[in-house]
């Protein structure tokens, strides 16, 4: 008699623990979630418009991608700034055929790396819009 209490009792206790807990966990499990959206968002940098093939520009685009995956031998004495030195805007847009030929004609640049599809396609769309700046 006194055990089928006990066992009624121990049921009836767990419960609201089972429900609590289920909430915990997914507050836990949106607050996650909410911080990796935050993570993955726009870079600051880059403003709060995408990038596309219409509004791609030096500072919204190619200044980065050129420092990450030219400046390692083009940046000033670095091994290959003799044949062309990234050092800002004019370098780039002064050089913007050379820089044409080299990454999208020939494909000879970057030595050693590659542009992923979209960056081949964003860099010829800034070159074909003359190189805006902004
Ligand atoms: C690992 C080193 C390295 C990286 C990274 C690199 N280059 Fe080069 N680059 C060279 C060397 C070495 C030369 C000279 C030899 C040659 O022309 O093949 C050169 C030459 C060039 C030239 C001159 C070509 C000519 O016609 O005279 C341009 C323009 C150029 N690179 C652009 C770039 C761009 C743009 C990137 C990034 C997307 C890049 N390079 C990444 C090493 C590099």
């Known amino acids: 008699m006194l055990k089928k209490q006990e066992t009624a009792n121990t049921g009836r206790a767990s419960r609201p623990f089972l429900v609590l807990s289920m909430t915990i966990a997914a507050i836990v499990l949106t607050a996650c979630t909410k911080k990796q959206a935050q993570e993955l968002g726009p870079d600051p940098d880059g403003g709060d418009e995408p990038v596309t093939v219409t509004n791609v ?3 919204n685009f ?3 991608l050129l ?3 030219c400046s390692s031998c ?3 004495g670095r091994g290959a700034s003799a044949k ?3 050092s800002g805007y004019s370098s780039v847009k002064d050089n913007s055929a050379k820089i044409n030929n080299a990454v999208l004609v020939i494909k000879s640049m970057p030595i050693g ?4 599809a979209k960056e081949i396609e964003l860099l010829d769309a800034w070159i074909k819009r003359n190189t805006p700046e902004n």
């Open 57 to 59: 520009s030096y500072n």
């Open 62 to 64: 190619a200044k980065a």
């Open 67 to 69: 420092e990450a995956k």
């Open 74 to 76: 083009h940046a000033p």
């Open 84 to 86: 062309w030195t990234f």
């Open 113 to 116: 790396g590659s542009l992923t």
